[in-house]
């Protein structure tokens, strides 16, 4: 009896110093990574040719989405390397644009409507800088596949019926990323402040980012 309360004594003296090692180490145990957060984008504005040289259209009305979110997860090779997968959503720019022509016997005015909805991926390596304990600064490289969805409508006057239409355009650039993120729990998660910029893309200019970060 004594022999099977000793065994059962070791082990679970066993499982504690296991629990209380992955709990201190959970940076080394735990190398796959959840991480996700806030993204205010600075976007490009639309681009609007109008009726003639020098004549563009009045914008009425304007509304824009460039606040969103981004999920995405990684795996760390070691303390300083890796790689890192994202999906960023949004953001948005809708106008509403009036534009006048003169035809004979007045005046024609016509109302068209833009939407343009940008999807971002992203796959990245990832370098991890320790500065002063928990900080440490990190630099990102990689490519940026973006999306851009676009719909354009029109209202047309003097009894004339509108028309609509969608396109779609791809485009695959490189992009790089630097900021400072702040460890916890032993480094188990992590809390960033990151510059993203996106390189020569008809959309996108930059991007400020805050995001959490959870090893698992």
Not at 12 to 36: D, E, H, R
Not at 74 to 99: D, I, M
Not at 124 to 144: N, T, W
Request: hydrophobic fraction near 40%.
């Amino acid at each position: 009896m004594n022999a099977r309360y000793k065994s059962i004594a070791i082990t679970v003296s066993i499982l504690a110093l296991v629990t209380s090692a992955v709990s201190c180490n959970a940076a080394n145990w735990f190398p796959f990574y959840a991480v996700g957060g806030m993204v205010k984008t600075e976007m490009l504005p639309i681009s609007f040719v109008g009726s003639s040289p020098g004549d563009g259209p009045t914008v009425v009305a304007s509304k824009d989405t460039d606040t969103t979110f981004h999920l995405g997860g990684g795996y760390s090779f070691n303390e300083t390397w890796s790689v890192e997968a994202s999906y960023v959503v949004g953001p948005t720019q809708e106008r509403t644009l009036r534009s006048e022509f003169e035809i004979p016997g007045g005046v024609f005015t016509s109302t068209a409507d833009i939407a343009v909805e940008v999807t971002i991926y992203r796959a990245c390596a990832v370098y991890e800088l320790p500065f002063r304990d928990p900080i440490s600064f990190i630099g990102k490289v990689g490519i940026a596949h973006v999306k851009a969805e676009s719909k354009f409508s029109t209202r047309g006057g003097a009894g004339l019926p509108g028309f609509s239409f969608s396109d779609s355009e791809d485009e695959t650039k490189a992009f790089a990323a630097t900021g400072v993120r702040v460890s916890f729990m032993e480094k188990r998660a992590a809390a960033s402040l990151t510059f993203v910029s996106y390189q020569d893309l008809p959309q996108l200019e930059s991007a400020l980012e805050v995001d959490f970060m959870w090893r698992f």
